[in-house]
């Protein structure tokens, strides 16, 4: 957390039950935009809450969160418009009429927890390999009821089997295979198990929607998934950060005929080739098969 801002909320008693006292009205301000976004960013929350989508109840969830779980932080101060709108817009469509989901880089269960509540009878499998954020996603899941559907999974996944260091940045976001951490953020090494999408799904398991955020990998783990993406012609949701990543993914998926979406503010834009904006934003994107998926209703995962 920032120096400063320990030293403020310690100086005026805003900790434990004090701090939990100025909590909500504090809260509805930043979610009226009343409460500048530099000081919520700071301030630590550590309780469990609900979380709307919009202003549909229906649409909602409870989350726990403690620091330093930024995303959670996210959003209780600003709600779901914090953590990418122009996305789970897309993502809760597409939702809605799967069978079977893959959340690859799950983190506490945004994605996971917004498809369950989504989708009845949607199952998941959700893969996070930092220790801790699984302990929170477990919990995320257990605390909503939806631990039943879900199988929550401690490989990192990429284009082979084995074993690897996984770099784990201090705040835990934006965890990375990269050893050096990601865009340098300061962490700690852990040994992982890497497995492929491929070796981990049974054939004939029909996947009908993909979430890929590895920070960079993306294109490994469309490499571990060649059979998945034959037999299922799933819609992907992914993440490309930079124009060299965009290139590696456009490669894994010349051979697959998809059709490609930006996921821009004003809604998904149809595109040619995959790339980011030059303005550091519209990052994720829509990978629609351009034939029907192939149907059948078997689910399940090689142990």
Not at 39 to 56: K, M
Not at 154 to 159: G, K, N, Y
Not at 226 to 241: A, D, Q, T, V
């Amino acid at each position: 957390m920032n120096p400063t801002w320990i030293k403020t909320l310690r100086r005026f008693g805003l900790r434990g039950k004090h701090f939990a006292q100025l909590a909500k009205p504090l809260r509805r301000l930043s979610h009226a935009k009343l409460l500048p976004p530099g000081i919520s960013r700071w301030i630590p929350v550590d309780e469990t809450f609900r979380v709307v989508c919009g202003s549909n109840e229906a649409f909602s969830y409870s989350l726990s969160s403690a620091w330093p779980d930024g995303y959670g932080r996210a959003l209780y101060w600003r709600g779901i418009a914090a953590c990418e709108p122009e996305t789970i817009t897309v993502f809760l469509d597409q939702v809605r009429r799967a069978r079977l989901f893959l959340d690859i880089g799950s983190h506490t269960g945004i994605y996971t927890l917004l498809a369950c509540v989504r989708n009845p009878n949607l199952k998941v499998f959700a893969f996070e390999p930092v220790p801790e954020v699984r302990t929170v996603l477990v919990r995320n899941l257990e605390i909503n009821g939806f631990a039943v559907r879900c199988s929550v999974r401690p490989e990192a996944l990429s284009d082979h089997c084995g074993t690897a260091q996984f770099h784990v940045p201090v705040s835990r976001d934006m965890a990375s295979l990269d050893p050096r951490g990601f865009l340098g953020l300061p962490g700690r090494l852990i040994e992982v198990d890497i497995r492929t999408v491929d070796s981990l799904i049974e054939r004939g398991t029909i996947v009908d929607l993909v979430k890929i955020d590895v920070e960079g990998f993306e294109d490994a783990v469309l490499r571990g998934m060649e059979r998945i993406l034959e037999e299922s012609r799933p819609r992907i949701i992914f993440e490309c950060l930079t124009q060299t990543a965009a290139q590696k993914v456009s490669r894994v998926l010349a051979d697959h005929p998809y059709t490609f979406y930006r996921l821009a503010r004003h809604g998904p834009e149809q595109i040619t080739h995959i790339s980011p904006d030059g303005n550091g934003g519209n990052r994720n994107f829509l990978a629609v098969p351009r034939r029907s998926n192939p149907s059948g209703d078997k689910h399940g995962l090689v142990q």
